[in-house]
């Protein structure tokens, strides 16, 4: 049988490198990588070289400038630049090489800061974004509207997945820089290291938000890609082509850190800073399209904080340096 040669463009990120793991044993697949060094996607004409010699059979764009509140507030400029180079590099690439199938794995902040939860695919376009981090949805956005694009004028098969916020191994533990449960699962373990009284989380902890772990986000993504044509258009709209991909299922933000203190083991004290902001009320995605395709997340939250928090450990000193 010959093998389908199968690029996963960011394969040393989290989401990349999860993909990397779902198809690296799949007996008919020959996965292509390339690390920044050897392929810098922001370099049209390299991108191009690169497709036009690899024959690729199908893409999963997993590749981006990613960071927190304070990175996109800083680097505004980078964080809409470097995503709409990449993204429009490797799709319009990929159609100059005939490449008739891609993923493009966007993000849950296209929806409207206001969106009515659960946040269905048809509130993309319905309200102003969140402003924290606009500049990095409207380049997600623009990633959606190049697959549809290319899909209504080159009859192409560009897909797109928009996760709720994920996490598991290889996630960012930067201080300054990373999400809520690296964030949370590095003071806590420091807090149990030095036998401290207590924890201090920021907010009042009733916020709910979704947490999909990374493989279960592969795991969509690989089953997304390899629906037939006929039901993934039976399943979406030309000009509103992309699926959801969470758990259907939230949490308050006292339940994560109450089931973080569990799995670190920090036997002190839980306190909330009610002065801290709790941001928005709530952030669910509506994952009904993407059950009704036959896919559902099998990971719970506290074994996939488990599972992580064992990669955080065995990898502790590495992400310190």
């Excluded at 966007?106 to 993309?124: D, F, V």
Aim: charged share 20%.
């Amino acid at each position: 049988m010959e093998k389908q040669r199968i690029f996963i463009a960011g394969h040393n990120g989290m989401v990349g490198s999860a993909l990397l793991r779902q198809l690296q044993d799949q007996s008919d697949v020959e996965l292509v990588t390339r690390s920044r060094a050897e392929l810098n996607l922001l370099d049209q004409t390299a991108v191009q070289q690169f497709f036009q010699q690899e024959q690729i059979d199908q893409v999963y764009l997993a590749a981006a400038k990613v960071g927190g509140i304070y990175a996109n507030n800083t680097y505004p400029a980078e964080f809409i630049y470097e995503n709409l180079m990449i993204e429009a590099n490797i799709i319009h690439s990929a159609h100059q090489a005939d490449v008739q199938r891609l993923l493009f794995l966007g993000s849950s902040c296209i929806y409207p800061k206001l969106a009515e939860q659960p946040m269905t695919e048809t509130a993309l376009l319905t309200g102003a974004l969140e402003p924290t981090n606009e500049p990095y949805a409207i380049a997600k956005i623009a990633g959606i509207k190049l697959c549809e694009s290319y899909n209504r004028q080159y009859g192409r098969d560009y897909r797109s997945v928009m996760p709720t916020n994920l996490y598991g191994p290889n996630d960012n533990f930067h201080p300054e820089n990373s999400h809520v449960i690296p964030a949370m699962m590095q003071r806590f373990h420091d807090a149990r290291m030095v036998c401290a009284d207590q924890v201090v989380v920021w907010g009042s902890g009733k916020p709910r938000r979704e947490f999909l772990h990374v493989d279960d986000m592969a795991a969509a993504s690989v089953h997304v890609m390899n629906l037939d044509v006929t039901t993934y258009e039976a399943n979406t709209q030309p000009m509103l082509s992309h699926i959801n991909v969470g758990t259907g299922l939230d949490c308050t933000i006292r339940e994560l850190a109450e089931a973080m203190q569990r799995v670190v083991g920090f036997e002190g004290e839980l306190v909330f800073d009610a002065s801290k902001p709790d941001g928005a009320p709530r952030k669910l995605m509506d994952v009904s399209r993407l059950k009704s395709l036959g896919w559902k997340a099998s990971i719970t939250l506290e074994a996939g904080l488990r599972q992580t928090y064992h990669w955080f450990l065995a990898h502790k000193e590495q992400l310190r340096g």
